[in-house]
């Protein structure tokens, strides 16, 4: 199924999981119109194949004592494959990194990250990022609110682009 082109059954399977992974199997399979059994079959080919990768619970950092979120912007002074590699691994390692991406343009990387307090991150900053082999430079933006934070894709631009393309 990854290099097959996904059915409307599955895209509405993948867009209802997105929107509530919690649903029981019977739920699922009544707002996609098929019967339990093969919801269930097809569910686990989309696991399988991919394209469900896992199941979370959306958590307020907030209520759980993470009152600082930062995106720190960062430079390497060498961008040779090993060295991005060993990059992501050290962010794998840090606890208050939880997201990391690879960028085209003039920073190397943009990382999210979570801390208790301004201290904390301070203290993560200036202790180990910054002084990571290779970090050449580190810019950093405190989020002060979050306007929209929307997991997964868009899937009615996913289905309006194939209808047009059909």
Not at 9 to 23: N, S, T, V
Not at 39 to 56: N, W
Not at 91 to 109: A, K, S, T
Not at 148 to 153: F, I, R, S, Y
């Amino acid at each position: 199924m990854a290099h097959t082109k996904l059915d409307p059954i599955d895209r509405k399977i993948l867009a209802e999981l997105q929107d509530d992974g919690r649903m029981t199997n019977v739920e699922l399979a009544k707002r996609v119109g098929i019967s339990a059994p093969p919801c269930l079959r097809r569910v686990r080919t989309l696991e399988d194949a991919g394209y469900i990768k896992g199941y979370h619970a959306d958590v307020d950092a907030r209520q759980l004592g993470f009152e600082v979120q930062v995106f720190a912007m960062i430079s390497l002074a060498s961008q040779a494959e090993a060295d991005l590699t060993a990059f992501e691994e050290r962010c794998n390692d840090w606890p208050l990194v939880r997201e990391c991406h690879m960028l085209n343009g003039e920073i190397d990387f943009i990382l999210k990250c979570v801390a208790p307090d301004l201290s904390s991150f301070q203290t993560f900053l200036t202790g180990e990022l910054t002084s990571a082999p290779n970090v050449a430079s580190v810019r950093t933006s405190l989020v002060i609110r979050g306007a929209k934070d929307a997991p997964g894709v868009p899937f009615d631009v996913m289905e309006d682009r194939l209808a047009q393309i059909a």
